[in-house]
C-alpha cells in the first residue's frame, strides 16, 4: 500500500498487488490476511480486524490512539482470536546489523522515500 506518486516505483519491485491509499479503502477489498503490519502507524487494530484471519496478526510501529497498542498485545492475547503486537526493540544494535545483512545479500530493498540533514533529525529526537 502506498500513495498515488509511489505506485509505479512500488509496481517495479515486482509486488503482486499495490493499493493506492489515496484513491482506496484497503479495508473495502473484501481480502483476508495472516498479517497486518502498519509500517507507518495509519491505522489501528480496530480498522484492520476485519481484515484478519482467525489466529492473524497485526502489527504496528506506533503507539496507537491513546496507546492502545501497549495493553492490547495483552489483551487479544486473551480475548479473541486475532492478536496484536507491538514491537519492543530490546536490542536496536542487533536489529540494524540483521538488516544491515538482509540489504547487502539483495533480500531486502528499502524504499526511501525522503532523506533529512542530520541537524534536523537531531533535533527531532529532543523532542
Not at 539483495?106 to 525522503?114: A, M
Request: charged residues 25%.
Amino acid at each position: 500500500m502506498c500513495g498515488t506518486k509511489n505506485v509505479e516505483r512500488i509496481q517495479a519491485f515486482g509486488v503482486e498487488k499495490v493499493i493506492d491509499f489515496e484513491k482506496e479503502d484497503f479495508t473495502q477489498h473484501g481480502e483476508i490476511y495472516d498479517y497486518v503490519f502498519d509500517a507507518v502507524g495509519k491505522s489501528t487494530f480496530f480498522k484492520c480486524k476485519g481484515l484478519l484471519k482467525p489466529g492473524g496478526i497485526y502489527l504496528s510501529s506506533e503507539l496507537g490512539p491513546w496507546w492502545q497498542n501497549l495493553y492490547l498485545p495483552l489483551l487479544t492475547r486473551i480475548f479473541g482470536s486475532k492478536k496484536v503486537v507491538f514491537p519492543i526493540p530490546f536490542n536496536i544494535k542487533a536489529s540494524l546489523e540483521y538488516m544491515k545483512k538482509l540489504m547487502e545479500a539483495g533480500k531486502f530493498k528499502p524504499l526511501i522515500d525522503r532523506t533529512y540533514p542530520w541537524k534536523k533529525s537531531a533535533k527531532r529526537s529532543n523532542m
